[in-house]
């Protein structure tokens, strides 16, 4: 490997002061042979992390910090990151020590090999819940049938992009993102590492399954129209199924005069049919407002993220 070029290694961290100075040695020890720098991103903590960040960049002229006004979310902390770094390759590692530091070397060795975006794979999950397990394959699966871009299944953001792809990604001006979603729209030639996640290493998990679910409710929504598009499906559908039923019910009723058609009063077969269509119109509406909703956060243009301090030597 060429010495001049930079790997910036990238950590997202919300309240981990607990795991900071045990990823920050594993991460020392791995990356001897490599030109590099860290950057952490305290997504706003209110635990000690900031402390700890401060004392390790003192000592450490390769260790950089910026941390956030408030919590603005994992994905607002890779975008910050991804603006703010300097390297020829960024690689993002999450701080609670999941993701196998040992596997650096592979994915660096990849990118040397040709790859502009090398992907961790997470094969199992150790500590991983029924609900988050199946929430994570139903959303692969509706993704990659109603999205425009299709999404590598259990793909996570311990991955390694080349300049050329963070510079890309950098045009992006989306509010409500997910990174791995819009990495996989870039393209860019890519290969993959297969990993078995460890145990959550101290603390709690930030992301929660309500948080999980907006970020891929989000996420369905910026990727793929299906759902504006369904609004208009279900109505023809509906149209052509009420109109069919409708026509079937006056011929039951009123020429073949069966116990079926005179089952159903005028009054009956009007109420039916006008639920119904509210419940439709209803729908629709909702699914509209939706967009509208994300038409209106991007038309804002506020900033993904606020930094309220950094230590960029």
């Not at 992390?49 to 956030?68: A, V, W």
Request: a positive charge; charged letters at 25%; glycine letters at 8%.
């Amino acid at each position: 490997m060429e010495e001049n070029r930079l790997i910036s290694i990238l950590i997202p961290a919300y309240n981990e002061g607990e795991n900071i100075v045990l990823i920050y040695e594993r991460l020392k020890q791995v990356l001897i042979p490599y030109n590099y720098e860290m950057i952490f991103v305290d997504d706003g903590s209110n635990d000690d992390t900031e402390r700890i960040l401060e004392d390790l960049s003192s000592k450490d002229n390769r260790f950089k910090y910026l941390q956030f006004s408030r919590n603005f979310g994992k994905e607002s902390a890779i975008s910050a990151g991804l603006d703010l770094a300097n390297g020829c390759a960024v690689l993002t590692i999450d701080a609670d020590l999941q993701h196998p530091v040992e596997l650096i070397p592979e994915f660096i060795k990849r990118w040397e090999l040709g790859f502009d975006v090398v992907v961790g794979v997470r094969m199992t999950n150790k500590g991983e819940g029924f609900v988050k397990k199946f929430g994570s394959f139903m959303f692969y699966k509706i993704m990659n049938i109603i999205g425009e871009t299709k999404i590598t299944p259990r793909a996570t953001d311990f991955r390694l992009l080349d300049r050329k792809v963070v510079l890309a990604f950098r045009q992006f001006t989306e509010h409500d993102r997910m990174a791995r979603g819009l990495i996989d729209w870039l393209g860019f030639k890519r290969d993959y590492v297969y990993f078995n996640a460890n145990a959550r290493s101290n603390g709690k998990a930030a992301y929660n399954n309500i948080k999980l679910f907006r970020l891929a409710f989000n996420s369905m929504i910026s990727h793929s129209l299906f759902p504006l598009k369904l609004a208009g499906y279900l109505g023809v559908l509906i149209t052509i199924g009420s109109g069919g039923f409708g026509f079937y019910l006056m011929i039951c009723k009123y020429l073949l005069r069966n116990e079926f058609g005179r089952s159903f009063s005028g009054s009956a077969q009007l109420a039916i049919l006008t639920i119904f269509l509210v419940g439709l119109v209803l729908v629709s509406l909702g699914l509209i407002a939706l967009y509208i909703a994300n038409i209106k956060s991007e038309v804002a243009n506020r900033p993904t993220y606020v930094i309220r301090k950094k230590n960029f030597k």
